[in-house]
Each structure stands twice: as C-alpha cells, then as structure tokens.
C-alpha cells in the first residue's frame, strides 16, 4: 500500500487539499513504503513545525503547514495506538515536538 492508499483508508478522510499537503510532505522527507510508521509521521510533522516557526507565519501557506503538522501529529499517535505502543511514543513524541 502506498501513502496515498495508506491515507486514503484513513477515517474519516481529510480534506483533499489536506491530503495533498501530507502526501508532498511526506514525498519531500522520502518517506516511503506500505505505510508510514508513526516516527515518520512525527518526524515529518517535526520538520513542517521548524519551517513554520523560522518564518513570519503570516501567510496562508504556513496555516496549512501548521495544520499538516497536526494531522501527521494525530495520525502518528493513532498508528501507536494501534500498535500499543501508544504510552512510549505519546511521551517521545512530545518531547520531540517541546524540542521545536
């Protein structure tokens, strides 16, 4: 299953511009495979978040970063929680994004 597949059985769907932002960000950080794992996807959401603070952020282009941080963010804790592995990397997770 590719990142688009992978997200596009994510329920509820995002919203295609949404979509498209996670699936470049993701593209842009060579993430590829079955699926992302959720350090991927918080790493990824890790680095959309330092692009937007080491700007201005007054630009609707960082609205839309901010906002794919946070659903790679949501899906990141979703995928550990489907693995179980949800209290480790809940705490990894906000430690990194602290870091930022």
Known sequence: MSEG???????????????????AALKARNVAGAAPTPT???ETAQSLLQKV???????????????TADA???YAL?????NSQ???FAETAMGKLARS
């Open 86 to 88: 949800l209290s480790d």
């Open 40 to 42: 991927e996807l918080l």
């Open 72 to 74: 790679l963010v949501t």
């Open 5 to 23: 597949d992978w997200l596009s059985h994510r329920t509820p769907a995002p919203p295609p511009e949404l979509a498209s932002a996670i699936r």
């Open 78 to 82: 979703e995928i550990a929680n489907e």
């Open 53 to 67: 603070l080491g700007t201005e952020c007054d630009s609707r282009d960082s609205a839309l970063d901010l906002l």
